[in-house]
């Protein structure tokens, strides 16, 4: 997610490479930051008419220091997320920022992102109706930031309380925000209350609780509960598949436990099908485990989800799902 403030817009120059490769859909800057360039003319063309197509406009090429933004705009943001999620940027300090009448959407090598909340999302007393918020739509770490205030929203998936639409909003961190439906138009009160960012501290701890202060007995039991709160949902998961793997076709067993697929899923933002939503969640609780605390915490965590599942099969098939996350080993 950016964090650069944006600086004064030049006219980027647009480049055409020498060398003839297949046409692609994200432009590269230039090496000095303050245009883009496409391999040929075709990728060039291709390009523009997606633009053209999505209703957006090039506003230009924007730096900070290293930080280097592609700006466009365009009135309609549903369109410019559209346009966003189809990008592709693989490298850091690189932003591709629509502005829109209704926010100013970007794109980083950590997915889909709204600059800043609308100063609208904070009447929260027009509502018309309430709703949880979903999985989360954007990058999770984004969830993190949120809550330490270093940008005030993150991504999740809401479903309109009038016309069961589903779109990807910013929301408040434990909080509350208002959101408008895309598609009739509702204003929806979205209670970000069920996601919580779980903090784990890696820090030695007295081998008795004697040792321990009133106040840290009190943090360290707060994160041992986290901890069994997501380990029991590892063991839950599992169980689960071991009923329902069977009713699966064989292409749906194969994609089941295929790390490449279901990473592809997480990073696409979408809400998976049911068939293979467990599967997705037990990855990403792997990557999470991972951000936090490395193999360790993943070892430990599977090890008493294990102890707390019916079939006791977590150590024996969790390895499926958290194969080449960081450096774990079943």
């Not at 523009?48 to 090429?61: H, I, N, Q, S, Y």
């Not at 930080?67 to 369109?79: I, K, M, N, P, V």
């Not at 992102?113 to 904070?122: F, T």
């Not at 998976?272 to 991972?290: C, F, K, M, T, Y």
Request: proline fraction near 5%.
């Amino acid at each position: 997610m950016a964090l650069f403030k944006r600086h004064a817009k030049d006219t980027p120059t647009i480049e055409q490479a020498s060398a003839p490769t297949a046409p692609v859909v994200t432009p590269r800057l230039t090496p000095d930051g303050k245009g883009i360039t496409f391999p040929d003319k075709a990728a060039m063309d291709h390009w523009k008419r997606r633009v053209a197509e999505a209703g957006l406009t090039v506003r230009g090429v924007e730096y900070n220091g290293q930080a280097s933004y592609l700006t466009l705009a365009g009135s309609d943001a549903e369109r410019a997320k559209v346009f966003l999620r189809d990008e592709h940027v693989d490298r850091k300090l690189y932003y591709i920022v629509v502005e829109t009448l209704d926010g100013v959407w970007g794109l980083d090598i950590d997915g889909l992102y709204l600059e800043h909340l609308r100063p609208w999302q904070m009447d929260t007393g027009s509502a018309e109706y309430q709703v949880p918020a979903g999985s989360v739509a954007g990058n999770p770490h984004s969830v993190n930031l949120a809550m330490q205030g270093t940008v005030d929203n993150f991504l999740v998936w809401i479903g309109c309380g009038r016309c069961a639409h589903r779109w990807a909003d910013g929301v408040r961190y434990q909080n509350r925000t208002l959101t408008r439906c895309p598609s009739c138009g509702a204003k929806n009160l979205v209670d970000s209350s069920n996601v919580q960012v779980v903090l784990v501290d890696e820090r030695p701890r007295p081998s008795s609780p004697l040792s321990s202060s009133l106040s840290e007995q009190s943090a360290y039991t707060g994160i041992e509960q986290q901890r069994a709160q997501i380990a029991r949902r590892i063991a839950e998961l599992v169980d689960a598949n071991q009923v329902h793997y069977g009713e699966l076709t064989e292409e749906q067993q194969s994609r089941f436990t295929d790390w490449h697929h279901l990473d592809a899923v997480i990073s696409s933002g979408e809400a998976p099908p049911d068939w293979i939503s467990r599967a997705v969640e037990l990855r990403s609780i792997g990557h999470q485990l991972n951000r936090e605390g490395g193999t360790r915490l993943m070892q430990e965590t599977a090890a008493q989800a294990d102890r707390l599942s019916k079939c006791h099969t977590v150590l024996g098939v969790i390895v499926l799902f958290w194969d080449s996350i960081g450096d774990w080993q079943g």
